[in-house]
């Protein structure tokens, strides 16, 4: 059972233009999410996360957004650069110290 | 800046065979996670490890696998009798003391291939 959903596989955008990472869930008892981007060979490197309770967390170029009734949550980047290019997972959690569960990741690629 | 480290970066082994891959969590980090990422698939969490016991498991980590902290640095993930669908990314990650940004940190990974 797929707990936290990316339904887009890939997304390409333009150098300086928005990008827009989507994440669904199901279970409405996560108290966190985050956001992680992966290069290839590497581990994932945090992003930036969002508490349950609240509905928006900025951080330089990324913000997060959470919609809890619709169960569902989007970072936004702008503007995109070229070195955002990766694999970038949305990840859930229940409780502070719990175990992640992943979405299967959006694959982003930034044009010049 | 801090970082999680593990060893080795590729592993390759024997069906059947033991494999014991490590980890350096980050040093003041007090609890311990491992995941794994089959090829083509989502990053799944295997195991979490707080004051020198398991507090989590999933499905996958069945009596062929186990964990150890030997000394006051290595986090450890061991297979007994490795098979061919073993085979993926092993990540190990670490976050610290309870609060609000507990974040976990992940390293780099170590490849496993089970021939």
């Known amino acids: 059972d797929q707990q936290v959903k990316q339904n887009s596989p890939s997304l390409r955008v333009q150098e300086g233009r928005i990008s827009i990472l989507n994440c669904d869930y199901t279970?409405?008892?996560?108290?966190?999410f985050l956001w992680y981007k992966k290069y290839p060979a590497e581990g994932p490197t945090f992003l930036i996360s969002i508490s349950s309770i609240k509905d928006k967390n900025e951080d330089g170029r990324f913000t997060v957004f959470l919609n809890k009734s619709a169960k569902h949550l989007s970072l936004h980047i702008v503007p995109s650069q070229p070195g955002d290019s990766a694999v970038y997972f949305c990840a859930a959690q229940s409780g502070s110290q719990g175990n992640l569960i992943f979405g299967k990741g959006t694959k982003l690629s930034v044009k010049p | 800046e801090p970082e999680v480290t593990q060893t080795p970066s590729h592993q390759v082994t024997q069906m059947g065979q033991e494999v014991i891959l490590r980890c350096v969590p980050i040093?003041?980090?007090?609890?311990f996670y491992w995941y794994r990422q089959i090829l083509g698939q989502k990053v799944e969490f295997l195991v979490s490890f707080y004051n020198n016991e398991i507090s989590e498991k999933s499905e996958i980590f069945d009596d062929q696998f186990s964990v150890e902290r030997p000394d006051g640095s290595n986090f450890t993930l061991k297979i007994r009798s490795t098979k061919l669908e073993d085979s993926a990314m092993y990540f190990c990650a670490s976050s610290g003391p309870s609060g609000s940004t507990d974040t976990q940190y992940f390293g780099p990974g170590t490849r496993l291939t089970v021939l």
């Open positions: 040093s003041n980090h007090l609890y």
């Open positions: 279970n409405s008892m996560f108290d966190y």
